[in-house]
């Protein structure tokens, strides 16, 4: 089992695959557009998952996705990041 830290480094980029896995038309019809959710890390724990999906320089420069997992009861968490395109 991963130590807590890369736990959420995992989760982070498991999830940031998955939000990058739209196609390139449906992310920019949901942008500018953010949520988060509670979820449970492999270790049973309590995390908090955001996505967030933001225009990089306007439409035409892609969209930046963004995944940030948390445990606020430890205070840790991890990011991870993408910019997608249409080419």
């Not at 991963?2 to 896995?21: F, G, H, R, S």
């Amino acid at each position: 089992m991963p130590a807590a830290d890369d736990e959420l480094t995992v989760m982070a980029q498991e999830e940031l695959d998955a939000a990058c896995a739209m196609p390139f038309i449906e992310v920019k019809k949901i942008t500018p557009w953010g949520d988060s959710y509670e979820g449970f890390a492999p270790s049973g724990r309590t995390v908090e998952i955001e996505r967030r999906y933001i225009w990089a320089v306007e439409p035409k420069g892609g969209v930046i996705v963004e995944v940030e997992v948390r445990d606020r009861a430890a205070r840790t968490g991890a990011e991870a990041r993408a910019l997608l395109t249409a080419a």
